[in-house]
T-cell receptor, first 115, second 112 residues
Framework: GAGVSQTPSNKVTEKGKYVELRCDPI?????LYWYRQSLGQGPEFLIY????????DSGLPNDRFFAVRPEGSVSTLKIQRTERGDSAVYLC?????????????FGSGTRLTVV | QKEVEQDPGPLSVPEGAIVSLNCTYS??????FMWYRQYSRKGPELLMY????GNKEDGRFTAQVDKSSKYISLFIRDSQPSDSATYLC????????????FGQGTELSVKP
C-alpha cells in the first residue's frame, strides 16, 4: 500500500480482556517496528522485526505483550489481560531495511483505552 | 535521567518567526539523528535526518548536529500556522538495528 495501515484506529476494551492490534506495512519494507506513545510523551520502542523474526523485543514491558509477523509482512501486536496502564497509542512503522538510516514511515496508530 | 531530553514547551510564536527546537542526549553511540513532526491524532512524519555531525537544509528547515556537545537542533524559518504541531527529535545507533529513541516532543503553535 501507499502507507502504513493500522487497524483498528480506536479500541476500547475492559480490564482483563485480550486485544489484537494489526499493522500492514509499506510493501517491500523488510523492517517493522512497534512503539507505544503515552499522552504528552514521545514514542517508546517495543519490538522490531527484520523479516519474520523478532530481532529485538527488549522494549516489551512484560510477558502480557507479544507480537508476530508470520509471513514477513502484516504484524499483530497482542496484549493479554489488559490493564488500565496499557492505555496509549500504539504506533507501527516500517522501513526499507533495519538500521535507521532512511528513517521510518509511521502509521496513524491504534488508540487503545482500557476501562 | 532520560537518554534524550527535549523541552516539551508549549512554544508559541508569531507567523514569520524563526523557530529553534533543541534536544540533548547522553549516548555517544548515536549516529543517526532525526526530526519528526506529529499532528494531533496522527503518526509522526519524518522531516529531516542527519548522519553524524553537521548541518542539513531542506527548504525552510535546517537540522544541526553537534556530537561533541551531544546537542541537536531544528530551525524553522518563516514559520507558518501550518507548522503548528508537536516536533519530536529521535536518534539511533546502527548497531541497535534502527531502534529509535525519542525525545518527549515540543508542542509548537504558530499564530497568524
Amino acid at each position: 500500500g501507499a502507507g502504513v495501515s493500522q487497524t483498528p484506529s480506536n479500541k476500547v476494551t475492559e480490564k482483563g480482556k485480550y486485544v489484537e492490534l494489526r499493522c500492514d506495512p509499506i510493501s517491500g519494507h523488510t523492517a517493522l517496528y512497534w512503539y507505544r506513545q503515552s499522552l504528552g510523551q514521545g514514542p517508546e520502542f517495543l519490538i522490531y522485526f527484520q523479516g519474520t523474526g523478532a530481532a529485538d523485543d527488549s522494549g516489551l514491558p512484560n510477558d502480557r505483550f507479544f507480537a508476530v509477523r508470520p509471513e514477513g509482512s502484516v504484524s499483530t501486536l497482542k496484549i493479554q489481560r489488559t490493564e488500565r496502564g496499557d492505555s496509549a497509542v500504539y504506533l507501527c512503522a516500517s522501513s526499507l531495511n533495519a538500521g535507521g538510516d532512511y528513517g521510518y514511515t509511521f502509521g496513524s496508530g491504534t488508540r487503545l483505552t482500557v476501562v | 535521567q532520560k537518554e534524550v531530553e527535549q523541552d516539551p514547551g508549549p512554544l508559541s510564536v508569531p507567523e514569520g518567526a524563526i523557530v529553534s527546537l533543541n534536544c540533548t542526549y547522553s549516548n555517544s553511540a548515536f549516529q543517526y539523528f532525526m526530526w519528526y513532526r506529529q499532528y494531533s491524532r496522527k503518526g509522526p512524519e519524518l522531516l529531516m535526518y542527519t548522519y553524524s555531525s553537521g548541518n542539513k537544509e531542506d527548504g525552510r528547515f535546517t537540522a544541526q548536529v553537534d556530537k561533541s556537545s551531544k546537542y541537536i537542533s531544528l530551525f524553522i524559518r518563516d514559520s507558518q500556522p501550518s507548522d503548528s504541531a508537536t516536533y519530536l527529535c529521535a536518534m539511533s545507533d546502527w548497531n541497535q538495528g534502527g531502534k529509535l529513541i525519542f525525545g518527549q516532543g515540543t508542542e509548537l503553535s504558530v499564530k497568524p
